[in-house]
């Protein structure tokens, strides 16, 4: 233990007793209040004797209680008879009159009881037989408002191709015959159409025809100007919309056959 912590311990010591001393003073010198009011008296007995509150019981017995004496009934008078009327001579009941004409009563059916009815009557349906009447008279609407789908015919496919045909034509007519014979070349072409008329894709050579030895030199020239006179002249107008694509087929698949004018 240094310096400081001696110091330290010495002046709490002396604080703790200087508190204590205090503590002590002022416990010694503290005044209790005085009790203020008059002297209760108090007084001692020798002897104290109990009371009982409870009551007292009788010893001496009950007297007995006395019945009322009954004498014998008396008897009831004898009730008189009624008075019997006399009887009345005998008369002959009158017959009804028997109609001669009337017929003989025949068998009535037995009706069913009403609970017999009332349960045949629940356990059949509840709706009449006529209750779907007219349902199927009034043509529906969406029947009648949806048209019949389009169909790709012959006559339709042959007025397409002339069309087609027709917007072809200014395009071949500038183009030059390449040499004897070419002419004579049919180029057969798969096109592949949007709805605008454009082409999907480029024209496809699908086979050639009118083809010898004289002009077989020109055949592929043929095929280019074939291809560049469709190129040149789309998109194609004029055609109709409702047989773009039919499930018989439609002009966006389409095969044209090309020959030089």
């Given amino acids: ?3 400081a912590e001696t110091t330290g311990l010495g002046v709490a010591l002396v604080a703790h007793g200087a508190l204590f001393a205090a503590l002590s003073l002022g416990i010694g010198a503290a005044n209790l209040p005085r009790i203020t009011g008059d002297p209760i008296e108090v007084s001692f007995a020798d002897e104290t004797g109990l009371v009982s509150s409870a009551p007292v019981i009788s010893s001496e017995a009950p007297a007995p209680s006395l019945a009322p004496e009954l004498g014998a009934p008396e008897e009831a008078a004898p009730a008189s008879a009624p008075a019997v009327a006399p009887p009345l001579p005998d008369r002959p009941s009158p017959q009804p009159a028997q109609k001669a004409s009337q017929p003989a009563a025949q068998p009535q059916p037995k ?5 017999a009815g009332t349960r045949t009557k629940t356990s059949g349906s ?19 408002q949806v048209a019949p789908a389009a169909t790709m015919s012959a006559e339709a496919l042959a007025s397409i191709k002339a069309v087609i045909e027709r917007q072809i034509q200014p395009c071949a007519d500038r183009q030059r015959d390449p040499g004897p014979g070419a002419n004579q070349i049919r180029v057969t072409l798969n096109l592949r159409l949007n709805r605008d008329g454009s082409l999907a894709q480029k024209p496809v050579v699908v086979r050639t025809a009118g083809v010898d030895a004289e002009n077989g030199r020109y055949e592929a020239r043929v095929r280019d100007l074939a291809i560049a006179a469709y190129v040149g002249c789309s998109p194609l107008r004029e055609l109709p919309e409702d047989l773009y694509r039919t499930p018989k087929g439609g002009w966006s698949n389409l095969n044209m056959t090309y020959r030089l004018p």
């Fill in 126 to 144: 509840r709706f009449g037989d006529d209750f779907m009447k007219g349902l199927n008279d009034v043509p529906s609407a969406s029947r009648s």
């Fill in 1 to 3: 233990m240094d310096r």
């Fill in 111 to 115: 009706q069913k009881s009403s609970a």
